[in-house]
């Protein structure tokens, strides 16, 4: 087909379709919207001014990489102008959802009249991508969603929420379940669960972290981090940078050379301590500033400092 698109969220994944055959353009989303600020206009010049100010601050990436890898991409999605039939290959993590969710926003501003697809490539019974077969890779194809216009309404109105300054917002969309978006919900819920806990200052994942490390006694930080990743492959997405920044995070409550838990961490995964002050800084999730909200999870709601 001429006029078909395809969007992927990996470069393993856009490998995984060339292997179909596809004679269409592949565009590769390479971008990681779960951390950092984010600006509703997707593409917008303060858009890409605040997403290169995070990789440059966070991950050291040079402007010449941010360049090649990411905005080289989106120009050429921006390029693409002839088609009207777009698939989008993304799984249900979380990491991948708000990256998809960027890209049905500006797709409603930007390919109005689209038929838009959303091929889930989901592992429900294979962890590692590279494994997947042609077969397997067609049968995610063969099973697509077409979205329908409230679906990518939904996607731009919940891309919306999560742009603003105000989280507490999005409670309502973590219950929602009238949409072919069947794992946007969740990825909404888990997202709130990021905020620093009422009881321990931590997030969630942070938390998990931590525990894992009080459980396993000393680690290979190399070993550790490939074994997180594996972990939460199906539920964050998160990559080795991103989890080796979240062990930099807690090193206070870690040994320099094991990464043994210390007793003030073991006293903040009983609940007896709080991380928050140790903590705070002026980092971004989405739109709003991490540190200025709290997860009650007794409550199961977010709440405003």
């Known amino acids: 087909m001429d006029d078909l698109m395809h969007i992927s969220g990996s470069d393993r994944l856009t490998h995984k379709i060339s292997q179909l055959g596809f004679k269409e353009s592949v565009v590769t989303w390479r971008e990681i919207l779960s951390e950092g600020r984010t600006i509703h206009?997707?593409?917008?010049?303060?858009?890409?001014?605040?997403?290169?100010?995070?990789?440059?601050?966070?991950?050291?990436?040079?402007k010449q990489r941010f360049v090649q890898r990411t905005l080289r991409e989106y120009r050429n999605l921006c390029r693409a102008k002839s088609q009207d039939i777009i698939a989008l290959w993304f799984d249900t993590d979380l990491?991948?959802?708000?990256?998809?969710?960027a890209i049905l926003s500006w797709l409603k501003t930007h390919r109005r009249y689209a038929q838009i697809f959303w091929v889930d490539v989901s592992l429900s019974d294979m962890d590692i991508l590279d494994q997947w077969t042609v077969d397997?890779?067609?049968?995610?194809?063969?099973?697509?969603?077409?979205?329908?216009?409230?679906?990518?309404?939904?996607?731009?109105y919940t891309w919306q929420i999560y742009c603003s300054d105000n989280p507490i917002r999005l409670t309502h969309i973590s219950h929602s379940s009238q949409t072919q978006l069947s794992a946007l919900p969740q990825t909404i819920s888990q997202h709130l669960k990021r905020f620093p806990s009422v009881v321990?200052?931590?997030?969630?994942?942070?938390?998990?972290?931590?525990?894992?490390?009080?459980?396993?006694?000393?680690?290979?930080?190399?070993l550790f981090v490939d074994e997180v990743h594996r972990a939460q492959q199906r539920t964050y997405g998160y990559t080795k940078p991103q989890i080796s920044r979240v062990l930099q995070k807690l090193s206070p409550w870690l040994?320099?050379?094991?990464?043994?838990?210390?007793?003030?961490?073991?006293?903040?995964?009983?609940g007896k301590a709080n991380a928050y002050s140790v903590l705070k800084d002026q980092g971004y999730l989405g739109g709003a500033l991490t540190y200025n909200y709290l997860w009650d999870a007794q409550a199961g709601r977010i709440l405003k400092l």
């Open 41 to 62: 206009e997707v593409g917008s010049e303060n858009f890409w001014k605040e997403r290169f100010l995070f990789l440059h601050s966070s991950y050291a990436w040079s």
């Open 95 to 101: 990491s991948s959802q708000i990256n998809m969710m």
């Open 136 to 156: 397997q890779v067609r049968e995610a194809w063969e099973k697509r969603k077409e979205l329908t216009q409230d679906d990518i309404e939904f996607a731009d």
């Open 200 to 222: 321990h200052g931590l997030s969630d994942f942070e938390y998990t972290v931590l525990q894992k490390l009080s459980q396993q006694g000393t680690h290979h930080v190399g």
């Open 255 to 270: 040994a320099a050379t094991t990464f043994e838990v210390k007793e003030q961490g073991k006293k903040l995964l009983q």
